[in-house]
């Protein structure tokens, strides 16, 4: 068993272009975490050298191989103090002359390994091309050490290679910018893989760029052990290779629980050609043109009487209708209970739905809501969708929960529907818990995700305030919703995403239901919460100004054409 080890984040703010003066400075920087017993020190992206570089002309003079004399001064350190070190530096290789932004891991014995950036950010292609390691997981004697460059944790891909690959910590380096930290980038990707995250995150401002600092070591289970706000600094935590082996979130074997045989479209890239060419492509099954519409998400608390139940799907379906939405997502099992699932299960000819069939065509709205479902002799966690226009859709949960596991069967195929205003995809519960999921939706053209759930507490935490001064409108301010996991589900993927969570009537429990907006980066935020009530309403906009290439975010997902399929292929088998 490999025993827990300090660890220590470096925060720093590095002079454009003085790469003696910075190194020095991450030298006595790294020393001090050494002394206080770090055996795994990070350091921030380029800190050896800042970050804005104009061209490859400009940044020729700082480039360096690996190992080279940069690193050997970082080795000596970790020979003398036997401990771990990562430092972000530009790298030029010898053989081709190719510039990579880079991180090193050294250890005790010299240079470990080598991280490429391979998800570039807007500044990389100005002078250094997209790396060409992969992403791997080194074996060390304090344990699993994976590495990732700012921009690589925007995509759920990296990280999660990174937990296939056994990572214990994923040492996070970045140049992170344009809102709070510790960001819910580095929350998410920490809390769906079951794994620890170190961050170095730079501060301060450089060529008009103002960076954010809040450098800090996130847990398993998405605590944030300690973070530096602005500030050259350092932060410490515990890091336990025994917990990060569990690959846990909120007590589920995630890892285990994946189901690769349904990913395989994560090997593609729909997105790189033209959207409104692709998903139009031989007519077949085109996407419909985008427009304005109003969506509502409900929660609610559902009992174990189905009449009951409808009661309060059909009040509050006018609810919706009356504030003008074209479709209402409903939490999991809100028609038929969440205590005995087995017990309240329903087969697809129930007068229920015939009931909401009813309703759908009378208020000509969409509804989608949860249930348990009994056919063939099996039961499954499932989601009926009425809508007005289109026969009636039955989509089945494809990861269950443990508990869910004792009596349902996972169902075995995604749910697209094309309404009136876009494309919808639905996922239940459980299914949010992997990032897959929801991108094999995004990948075929889905502009909104419904998710009905039932999720407990865990997914959620606020932010106390930076004293780093974003440009406007970039908040920098408390906040008591910084994080939502499924706010990170809708901006990772550029789609709006519905999150319709069950609420406790006994223990004050908020669901933190809400839809959210395809960008995670534009503020103020467009997205509505449930908050004192049963329902929000929010306007989704998905029309476009351009006839010839889309102008929508939700439409042109951009961070879904900057995905790299070329290094996924461990997800997939």
Excluded at 66 to 93: H, K, N, Q, S, W
Aim: aromatic share 8%; charged share 20%; glycine share 8%.
């Amino acid at each position: 068993m490999t025993p827990p080890f300090k660890a220590a984040a470096i925060q720093f703010e590095p002079h454009l272009g003085d790469k003696e003066r910075n190194v020095v400075a991450l030298l006595t920087l790294v020393e001090e975490a050494a002394k206080a017993g770090a055996k795994l020190i990070t350091t921030p992206e380029m800190g050896t050298t800042g970050y804005c570089w104009y061209d490859r002309a400009e940044v020729s003079g700082f480039v360096e191989t690996i190992p080279g004399a940069t690193t050997d001064r970082f080795a000596a350190l970790a020979r003398d103090y036997d401990c771990f070190i990562v430092v972000g530096l530009p790298e030029v290789d010898a053989g081709t002359k190719l510039y990579y932004n880079s991180a090193a891991l050294i250890g005790p014995d010299g240079l470990v390994g080598v991280h490429r950036k391979t998800h570039p950010y807007i500044s990389e292609p100005k002078w250094a091309v997209s790396g060409d390691l992969g992403h791997r997981v080194f074996d060390t004697k304090i344990g699993r050490i994976a590495m990732l460059i700012c921009m690589d944790i925007h995509f759920i891909e990296t990280a999660r290679l990174a937990a296939l690959g056994g990572a214990d910590v994923i040492c996070h380096i970045s140049n992170w910018l344009a809102e709070r930290t510790p960001a819910p980038y580095w929350i998410s990707r920490a809390y769906e893989n079951g794994c620890y995250l170190i961050e170095s995150n730079r501060w301060g401002l450089e060529r008009g760029v103002q960076f954010s600092g809040g450098s800090c070591i996130i847990a398993p289970g998405a605590e944030i052990l300690a973070v530096i706000d602005d500030g050259d600094g350092i932060v410490y935590g515990t890091i336990d290779p025994a917990r990060a082996r569990l690959r846990q979130a909120s007590g589920e074997p995630l890892l285990s629980q994946r189901r690769p045989e349904l990913y395989a479209e994560l090997m593609t890239n729909t997105f790189s050609w033209n959207p409104r060419d692709f998903f139009t492509l031989y007519d077949h099954q085109p996407i419909p043109e985008g427009r304005v519409a109003r969506i509502a998400v409900c929660e609610t608390a559902p009992s174990d009487d189905i009449d009951e139940n409808l009661q309060t799907l059909l009040k509050l379906g006018e609810e919706a209708k009356a504030r003008g939405a074209e479709l209402v997502v409903f939490p999991s099992l809100a028609l038929t209970g969440l205590s005995a699932p087995v017990a309240t299960a329903i087969s697809a000819n129930h007068f229920a739905f015939q009931t909401l069939d009813a309703l759908s065509k009378r208020l000509e709205i969409s509804i989608v809501a949860g249930f348990a479902e009994e056919a063939d002799g099996q039961r499954h966690m499932s989601v009926v969708i009425n809508s007005p226009d289109r026969p009636r859709t039955i989509y089945r949960q494809m990861h269950l929960t443990m508990a869910e596991q004792s009596w349902a069967t996972p169902g075995d195929d995604f749910c697209i529907l094309d309404l009136p205003f876009g494309r919808v995809g639905i996922i239940c519960g459980h299914d949010a818990a992997f990032p897959e999921a929801a991108r094999v939706l995004a990948l075929r053209g889905c502009d909104l995700i419904c998710c009905p759930s039932n999720i407990g507490g865990g997914f959620y935490s606020a932010h106390g305030g930076s004293a780093v001064r974003q440009p406007e409108p970039i908040p920098f301010g408390e906040d008591p919703l910084h994080w939502h996991h499924y706010r990170v589900r809708a901006g990772e993927n550029n789609c709006y995403f519905v999150f319709a969570n069950t609420r406790s009537e006994t223990d004050s429990m908020e669901g933190m239901s809400g839809i959210f907006g395809p960008d995670a980066f534009a503020f103020p935020r467009k997205e509505a919460i449930v908050r004192d009530g049963s329902l929000a309403v929010a306007e989704i906009d998905l029309s476009n100004s351009d006839p010839t290439y889309p102008t929508n975010v939700a439409r042109r997902k951009d961070l879904i054409l900057m995905r790299q399929p070329h290094h996924y292929g461990p997800l997939v088998r």
